[in-house]
């Protein structure tokens, strides 16, 4: 399963034919190799992306359209085999790859659909009279020109095709920065994207090292956009990077996302709100990851909690009989274990799980103090389930809000008016105000508050994103 960067058109090898191995997280097996891209092979797809932005934004639109419905009908065609991908090289349960292979496909496909309906607007010359056009101002949508792409490796191509979809549609050429993590999943989307007859430069995609790829690819004006989900520091050094150049900048970073859990809450319906946590093993951006729970209730809900945690069957990924696989690398494991014992440091108390095998760590229960990190800024990106005591909605509130990250949000509470109550007051770009805050459609406006990003990642938002309005004035009409 050895893949080659994607640049000009053709898949080639590093400049300097270097190349690393792709293992399996589950397994330790070597999946296969890929190239590790040089300067010189970043400043070749930056060359050739210059070019491509002219051919591909002067195509007529419904041209472009019908090579992104090409590779759409394509990727339906290969979804499972993406789905055995995604479960292979980064550890997700296959079930829920299977369903982010789908996401794929609806996006391209969706993307077009919102660049069908993406109007203009006319200004009318309020000086006009007696039927007179007089000036007429009207606004022309152009590309940007070229769109860096940087996704992560948690989504590694549903969150991938919120970047490259909508920056296709408006006439954007592209560069993909596969994540370490998944390269050669990545480097196959790229190769089924070249099949749909993209013209040579509009889209490349590179593997290699992150942070100096990072620099390579954004500290430049030859781009125009760059898009980054990750974390938080990263996005900080993208934005530094880019600030000489005034770049068009979209970044979904990190989130401790807050589920408030009042003293009216229904026991039974808060556990299994909570039990989100376990998908894709803890690794999503905007899914709780801090249980606020109201004293009153708290003892009782840690016992069906950590009853129904220690209940999650944990295995191979690739067996759809398990609830959830392991992380996406040993290192990544290792981290979360560490950050556990920092917490249990500081004062938390271990409930259950805890422990490591490998890139697998157990479903892990915490109760934990609320002055404690874990309780407002140290997200832990994996499966951990943090459980905090407050007395009463507005220390709930308080805690919720601590935290330097807003990205999503959720309350349990016994009224759905008690809930919308408190979903008005977090601090936080999606708030949940019955449930669980892990929601995210392709065209609701999904980002974060604070520390969680810039910009929002709804299909029409992102139409609006990868494209330049211009306006166009005539003067002197009758």
């Not at 399963?1 to 034919?17: N, T």
Request: charged share 20%; glycine share 10%; aromatic share 6%.
């Amino acid at each position: 399963m050895d893949k080659l960067l994607l640049i000009d058109g053709e898949f080639v090898p590093a400049s300097d034919g270097a190349t690393r191995v792709s293992t399996n997280p589950a397994t330790g097996e070597e999946l296969g190799r890929y190239p590790l891209a040089t300067k010189e092979d970043v400043e070749r797809a930056l060359e050739a992306a210059q070019k491509g932005k002219k051919v591909w934004g002067a195509m007529p639109y419904a041209e472009r359209k019908a090579i992104i419905l090409k590779a759409a009908d394509l990727f339906e065609e290969h979804a499972e085999e993406i789905a055995q991908l995604v479960t292979a090289e980064m550890g997700k349960p296959i079930m829920q790859a299977r369903g982010e292979a789908t996401e794929v496909y609806s996006l391209l496909r969706l993307a077009c659909s919102a660049a069908d309906v993406h109007l203009g607007q006319t200004f009318p010359d309020p000086a006009a009279a007696d039927g007179a056009i007089g000036t007429l101002a009207f606004t022309k949508t152009e590309p940007l020109g070229v769109v860096v792409c940087i996704g992560p490796f948690n989504f590694p191509v549903a969150t991938l095709t919120f970047k490259t979809a909508p920056a296709l549609v408006m006439g954007n050429a592209i560069i993909i920065k596969a994540p370490s993590d998944c390269p050669l999943l990545i480097m196959r989307y790229a190769e089924i994207m070249q099949e749909a007859g993209f013209p040579a430069g509009v889209v490349q995609a590179l593997a290699g090292p992150g942070a100096k790829m990072g620099e390579w690819l954004v500290a430049t004006p030859k781009i125009d956009a760059v898009t980054l989900t990750g974390s938080t520091g990263v996005g900080s050094q993208i934005y530094q990077y880019s600030a000489p150049y005034f770049h068009r900048i979209l970044l979904e970073l990190g989130g401790n996302d807050p589920l408030v859990i009042t003293a009216d809450a229904n026991l039974d319906e808060a556990v299994a709100q909570s039990m989100c946590r376990m998908a894709n093993a803890g690794q999503i951006c905007c899914i709780t990851k801090r249980f606020i729970v109201d004293n009153a209730i708290k003892d009782a809900y840690l016992e069906k909690l950590a009853a129904a945690v220690s209940a999650i069957k944990v295995g191979d990924p690739a067996d759809a009989a398990n609830d959830m696989g392991c992380m996406v690398s040993e290192r990544a494991a290792k981290e979360v274990e560490e950050q556990v014992a920092h917490t249990i440091e500081q004062g938390a108390k271990l409930v259950c799980g805890g422990k490591r095998d490998g890139a697998y760590y157990d479903p892990t229960v915490l109760d934990v103090p609320a002055d404690a990190d874990v309780a407002s800024d140290l997200e832990i990106f994996g499966p951990v389930w943090s459980v905090i005591g407050v007395d009463g909605d507005d220390e709930a509130i308080r805690v919720a809000n601590q935290s330097i990250f807003g990205l999503n949000g959720g309350v349990v509470a016994g009224t759905l008016e008690h809930g919308i109550a408190i979903a008005s007051r977090i601090e936080s770009g999606t708030v949940v105000a019955n449930g669980e805050g892990s929601f995210r459609s392709p065209i609701h406006c999904f980002g974060g508050y604070k520390s969680s990003g810039i910009g929002r990642e709804g299909i029409p938002d992102l139409i609006e994103e990868y494209s330049q309005r211009k306006t166009i004035v005539v003067r002197g009409l009758k």
